[in-house]
Structures are given as structure tokens and as C-alpha cells.
């Protein structure tokens, strides 16, 4: 058998090898050859309190037929019925990353749910996954353990409305009972039980298979914003400009998007001024930053709508400039733009200031698109 390789998967390749009836049968030899990913899941082990059936293999296994035996998700679309499978698939494919043999003797993997989401985008990245399915899955694989624990939290409701901003809430239940069936443990009951709290959670808080419904974009960002914001809360909206943000990485045609789309707004833009200063992209970019911000500023200060223009590629950096723009009170759109892998290095090469192939691998492996609780609007290009 040839060695799997990341460019060979497509995403026709992927819904083909999603079980379906009579018999539902997952050919796990063909599965496990997609992704060296997979095959390391053989060699990680796990904490046997947790997981007495052994490796992390053996667990995901053992999840995806709890899974694939499900009434309920046999009666999924068939769309959702992919997702939910490669989730299962995938969803710990990030223990090996972070997994660690503790001084006293047990086994963690914390941080493997963020990690495994990241490991999995690029990887359907690759295959060609449309977005916002591929963006589904990763939203299931982030938060697959929230369901455990959601119940034990000090306001379970607005950490159930949060969630459902970022995943579906119904999905990532019926992915929770499989990941709990998918495992031996003293505890497995009472991990189903947990779930079970969690589905009602949801329900009670009106968004178990949809995004809580907020009075309007504001009030959304508003309670994403302020821990003590009452959901149902309606914010007046009045700005006194609008912002577009920029987001994608290199290659991508932010540049080209603006000249089409807001060619009549300044533009605050990063690349200008790196160029203007004499800083390249691996550079210390503190300087760069710092000369974007005030002259964001300057336009914020007298109410002039204008479009910033950088990679924003994760949510912490994009954090430094909504809430820049937040606090002069500016409505944000966010603007993303996404090429396949191929086009992405094509146009970025044909770009007067091209940067290195590894800096754009460097940042594929970092990516966070923008999810749409983020800003008043998002747009996917």
C-alpha cells in the first residue's frame, strides 16, 4: 500500500468511505490509511481511569462504531451524517501532540481538543472540504468534551448560548454520547448522564439544534464581550463608522477584494507600512503594529468608515483589533478569504512582495477563520 499522503485525500474520497444501511459497516482499512494522523493514534496511550480499552486508536474506534450504531445519527442527512462521522474519526486526532506521563504516574492530554481541531482543518483543507462543513467538524472536535462538564459550571446556560455559536448543539451532543459509549471507565454512566443535562441545557436555553436568536448583531457582540450581559438584552445600534477587517492568508486576494469591493475607503495596511518602514514579514512586527494602530485611530476619531487590511488569520491577533475598533464603538464586518491550497501558493508567488512558502505553511497550521460571533457580520469569500 502506497504511504498516505495529505495531497491524495479528496473530499469525494471522504464521503465515500461514510458508512450507510443495511449493513453499516466502517472499512477501517481504508480509513486509517488516509492520514499518518491515524495510524499514530495506535502508539498514544491514555490514562486507563479514563480509558481502560487502551490507546487512543482503540478508543476512536470504539466511539465511531458507538457512532455508526446510532438510530439517531443513521437518520441524519446525509451531509450531517459525514460531518458527524469524520468529527468521530478525527476528534482526537490531537492527543499525540500534547499527551504527557504526569510525576504521579497518570496519563494527560490537555489542550488535545484545540490542537486536534487545528490538525483536522488542515487536513480537510487539503482534501478540498467545503468551508463551512469543514468549519462544522472542527467546531465539534473543539469543544467534543464540553458536554461532560457543561452542567458543573457556574452559568451552564450562557456557556450553553456561547457554544452554540460555535458548534451545533445537537451534533456535539450526539458525538458526546458516542465518545462516552466509545470507552471503558468505572464513570461511563455518569458521563451519559452528563450529556443528557447538557441536551436539556441547550434545549432550555433555545438552541439545541440552531444559534441562540439575539435581538440583533450588537446585542451578540455585545455578550460575547461582557460576562454579565443578559442575552435577551436588545443594544441600540448607532455607529459612527464601519470597519471592514480583513482576514486570510497570504495570497489569498485580500488586496484584490478591496480594490473591487471598497475601492473608495483608506486603507490601513499592514504590508504598506511594513514596507514604508523597512520591516520584513519574519521581522519583529511591534513597530509595524503599533504605526497601524494610530493611524486606525486617526480615521476612528472623526467617524471615517475605512478597511483594515492584514493576514488576521488567528483569533488573538484578530482580538488586538476588534477591540481597538470596539472601543470607539465602529460596526465591524470581517471579511475572509480562503483558496485552496495550490491557488493560495500560485497567486502569493505572482505577488510583487511574495513571502516564503514556509511562512504560509507556518500560519496554514495556526489558521482560525473567523467564526461569526466575532463581529456585527462575517463574510466568507
Known amino acids: 500500500m502506497p504511504k498516505p499522503n495529505i495531497h491524495s485525500v479528496t473530499h469525494d474520497r ?18 486509517w490509511s488516509l492520514w499518518p494522523e491515524l495510524a499514530t493514534l495506535d502508539t498514544c496511550p491514555q490514562d486507563p481511569i479514563h480509558h481502560a480499552e487502551g490507546d487512543v486508536g482503540t478508543h476512536t474506534r470504539m466511539v465511531v462504531e458507538a457512532l455508526v450504531g446510532d438510530s439517531n445519527w443513521r437518520g441524519l442527512p446525509d451531509t450531517d451524517r459525514a460531518n458527524l462521522f469524520w468529527a468521530a474519526i478525527l476528534h482526537d486526532v490531537g492527543k499525540p501532540a500534547v499527551t504527557k506521563h504526569e510525576d504521579d504516574g497518570r496519563i494527560s492530554s490537555r489542550g488535545h481538543s484545540r490542537v486536534g481541531a487545528s490538525i483536522a482543518r488542515e487536513l480537510l483543507w487539503y482534501a478540498g ?15 467534543h468534551q464540553l458536554p461532560f462538564w457543561l452542567i458543573e ?3 451552564p446556560k450562557r456557556m450553553a ?16 454520547k458516542a465518545d462516552a459509549l466509545g470507552r471503558i471507565c468505572q464513570d461511563q454512566q455518569a458521563i451519559l448522564e452528563s450529556v443528557s443535562l447538557a441536551a436539556l441545557t441547550f434545549q432550555e436555553a433555545g438552541c439545541w439544534d440552531h444559534p441562540f436568536v ?3 448583531d450588537e446585542s451578540r457582540v455585545v455578550f460575547f464581550e461582557l460576562d454579565d450581559r443578559d442575552p435577551h438584552y436588545a443594544a441600540h445600534e448607532a455607529f459612527p463608522c464601519t470597519v471592514t477587517v480583513m482576514s486570510g492568508l497570504p495570497g489569498a486576494g485580500k488586496d484584490t477584494w478591496i480594490r473591487k469591493h471598497r475601492p ?12 514604508e518602514l523597512g520591516v520584513s514579514a519574519t521581522d519583529n512586527q511591534g513597530q509595524v503594529i503599533q504605526a497601524a494602530h494610530e493611524r486606525a485611530r486617526e480615521h476612528l476619531r472623526v467617524g471615517r468608515d475605512f478597511v483594515w487590511n492584514a493576514t488576521n488569520v488567528t483569533r488573538q491577533n484578530r ?3 476588534l477591540r481597538l475598533l470596539r472601543d470607539y464603538g465602529a460596526r465591524i464586518e470581517i471579511v475572509y478569504l480562503e483558496q485552496r491550497p495550490d491557488q493560495l501558493h500560485h497567486q502569493n508567488r505572482d505577488r510583487p512582495d511574495a513571502v516564503p512558502d514556509a511562512v504560509i505553511d507556518h500560519l496554514s497550521k495556526k489558521l482560525e477563520p473567523p467564526q461569526l460571533w466575532e463581529a456585527h457580520s462575517v463574510e466568507v469569500v
Open 14 to 31: 471522504l464521503l465515500d468511505l461514510v458508512p450507510t444501511g443495511p449493513a453499516w459497516t466502517v472499512d477501517w482499512s481504508e480509513v
Open 129 to 143: 472540504s467545503p468551508f463551512v462543513w469543514r468549519e462544522a467538524l472542527c467546531g465539534i472536535i473543539a469543544h
Open 153 to 155: 459550571r457556574p452559568d
Open 161 to 176: 448560548i456561547e457554544t452554540s455559536w460555535r458548534c451545533r448543539p445537537d451534533h456535539l451532543c450526539l458525538h458526546a
Open 214 to 216: 439575539f435581538a440583533n
Open 264 to 275: 473608495e475607503l483608506p486603507v490601513v495596511s499592514l504590508d504598506v507600512i511594513r514596507n
Open 319 to 321: 482580538s488586538r483589533v
